[in-house]
């Protein structure tokens, strides 16, 4: 049982250069999540999203764009890296009203 | 939007000491309740949760948390810490009725010293 996982795990980039961090889930969960884990602001929204096709904005959606054109896929892109977005970047998922289930992170650097 | 606050940013405790770390959050309705784990380097994990019922929520490793709503709190307890319990802790908040968020405080960091 996979889970839900992320790709990659550790991403070093340069700023102006697009990323995409990758989201994967094998439940079949309706509901996925982006967060980013920043020291001293805990875990913070970015996107989500309710089903295919349905995204909607977090807390902190500046800077990133996603899309979730198959249920089990949930990718995050960053357009033009800044240095603010370094941070570690976890995936969520889980069903309506239930539980929700993280990913192992991914820890991006931006030069 | 809903807030959640925990007071204790770090908390050092040695072994065999009770713990008990503070939860609490803005919304007057309907919640579901959770309580994470974060251990060194690795993912957020649950360690348990409320939706109804009995305040008195018992989850993985020995560990509570009780609801009291007429203070907004769900306060996460263990009478004895070992030193495998040293990680970071996340309250998190949903109010179901309302949106599909999940709301997270800023952590506990918890050290126990062997």
């Known amino acids: 049982d996979a889970g839900i996982t992320q790709s990659p795990r550790y991403k070093i980039t340069e700023t102006g250069r697009q990323v995409t961090l990758m989201c994967h889930q094998t439940?079949?969960?309706?509901?996925m999540f982006w967060y980013r884990q920043d020291l001293g602001h805990g875990l913070r929204l970015i996107y989500y999203?309710?089903?295919?096709?349905?995204?909607d904005k977090g807390e902190v959606p500046d800077g990133y764009v996603v899309s979730r054109s198959k249920t089990e896929n949930f990718p995050l892109t960053l357009e033009s890296a800044t240095r603010s977005q370094t941070s570690v970047y976890f995936c969520?998922?889980?069903?309506?009203?239930?539980?929700?289930?993280f990913g192992p992170g991914t820890r991006l650097l931006v030069l | 939007a809903q807030s959640v606050s925990q007071h204790n940013h770090h908390v050092i405790l040695s072994e065999a000491a009770s713990l008990e770390l503070g939860c609490n959050y803005s919304?007057?309705?309907?919640?579901?309740l959770f309580w994470y784990v974060q251990y060194p380097g690795q993912h957020l994990q649950l360690l348990l949760k409320?939706?109804?019922?009995?305040?008195l929520v018992k989850g993985i490793k020995g560990f509570e948390a009780e609801f009291i709503k007429s203070k907004f709190s769900f306060n996460l307890r263990k009478p004895s810490v070992q030193w495998s319990d040293t990680a970071e802790y996340f309250c998190?908040?949903?109010?179901?009725?309302?949106?599909?968020?999940?709301?997270f405080g800023t952590g506990t960091s918890l050290t126990v010293i062997p």
């Open positions: 969520a998922s889980r069903l309506r009203g239930e539980t929700q289930y």
């Open positions: 439940w079949s969960h309706s509901y």
């Open positions: 999203s309710a089903a295919a096709d349905i995204t």
């Open positions: 919304y007057g309705g309907t919640v579901n």
């Open positions: 409320y939706f109804s019922g009995d305040p």
């Open positions: 998190a908040v949903n109010a179901p009725n309302t949106g599909n968020q999940f709301y």
